[in-house]
């Protein structure tokens, strides 16, 4: 054994002490979620629930005029958000943490080892990138640890931006932990070199394009899979409905049906562009590995399958009658596209795009 090969064997094993290691720090921090919804006060559930069932409209709030030590400081009243005219007007809800002082405590726990176990694999997907000496995105289990790193990296980016989605972080959590448990066990593939197709400046730009467009739509289905929820929950409000405890407890905090449908709409939409080019210069690579740009692979088919059926879901969202549920329902068949393609198509199907097993 040469030392290369020695010293290429054992920064993958550490690549896969890492990705355990990372994996219990995500469980601890989904514990840590489930912690912030569980002991956040319920005392300011009530607010979307008082919005809906306080009849007629009354005037907006007044802008408020303190004085701080001579200086006029203005307190912007509190925002109502709107889906379109005539729907219902319900602010969003405090949060995973319920207002609560203490919810919130664990919640700032819950990110903080959210962005420990995201460093500790984001070592990991380096440290196997540094024992095959190319891009990590050889095989299902290399693109599944590099998935579940971006798409925790668009979350931590999201609240680096003062965005409140911060309800997004059990179910993200809880679906990195599957993902990494499905690659540690099932999916892994020994390091090894690519076949002579993959070497190619196209493999960084296709995939890793691949992989950021699969977090973003990720991140607005888990949108729209809440939006449904929430809008239920609100439809059952408005017309004198009594929901269960937990079901008020939970979907209270989140943001109002209208905020969920406008942020999935907008991850959706601003992705859509980078998905177009992810197939164009899928397109290019197989021109210059196979001579033909466009043969009908399973693989490709079902990317351009996704492809429209994210088209549908924008032209729904812009056309009359299509809006709400009916789009969101075609986002998520969307969605299941992706994955279908992912891991129904590399798994269970034959075609040019496979490779190492899995």
């Known amino acids: 054994m040469t030392l290369a090969t020695a010293t290429n064997e054992h920064l993958a094993n550490v690549s896969n ?46 802008v408020t005029v303190k004085s701080a030590g001579g200086t006029a400081v203005l307190e912007r009243p509190q925002v109502v958000t709107r889906s379109a005219t005539g729907s219902r007007d319900v ?37 196997r990138a540094l024992s095959v000496q190319r891009a990590p995105w050889g095989n299902m289990y290399e693109f599944s640890i590099t998935f579940s790193t971006v798409a925790v990296t668009v979350y931590l980016a999201f609240l680096l931006a003062k965005k409140n989605i ?6 993200l959590v809880a679906t990195v932990l599957l993902d990494l448990g499905l690659a540690v066990t099932v999916l892994y593939t020994a390091s090894d070199q690519l076949v002579p197709a993959l070497h190619s400046y196209w493999l960084y730009i296709h995939v890793s394009t691949a992989i950021l467009c699969g977090a973003i739509f990720y991140v607005g289905a888990v949108g729209t899979l809440m939006y449904l929820f929430k809008d239920s929950y609100e439809n059952k409000l408005a017309t004198g409905g009594r929901p269960g405890r937990f079901a008020t407890s939970v979907l209270e905090r989140l943001p109002s049906a209208a905020s969920l ?3 999935s709409y907008r991850v959706n939409a601003a992705v859509f562009p980078l998905w177009t080019f992810t197939i164009i210069a899928g397109a290019i690579w197989a021109g210059d ?9 399973p693989k490709e088919t079902w990317a351009f399958i996704t492809w429209v059926a994210y088209a549908c879901y924008l032209h729904a969202r812009a056309t009359a009658g299509w809006k709400g549920r009916k789009a969101a329902y075609i986002a998520l068949i969307a969605f299941a596209c992706f994955l279908f393609n992912y891991y129904g198509v590399n798994i269970f199907v034959s075609g040019k795009h496979s490779y190492a097993g899995v």
Do not use: C, N
Not at 93 to 113: E, T
Not at 166 to 171: A, E, N, S, Y
């Open 17 to 62: 002490t890492l990705i355990y290691s990372a994996m219990a720090v995500y469980t601890l921090a989904f514990f840590a979620y489930i912690a912030e919804w569980i002991f956040g006060s319920r005392s300011k559930v009530s607010r979307t629930a008082a919005a809906l069932t306080a009849g007629p409209k009354t005037a907006a709030p007044a």
């Open 289 to 297: 590995a196979w001579g033909r740009y466009w043969g009908w692979d």
């Open 91 to 127: 602010p969003d809800g405090p949060g995973a943490h319920g207002g609560d002082a203490q919810g919130d405590l664990y919640g700032r726990i819950a990110v903080s080892l959210t962005v420990v176990a995201w460093a500790v694999a984001t070592a990991g997907v380096v440290a």
């Open 166 to 171: 911060r309800w997004l972080g059990l179910p």
């Open 261 to 263: 449908d406008k942020f």
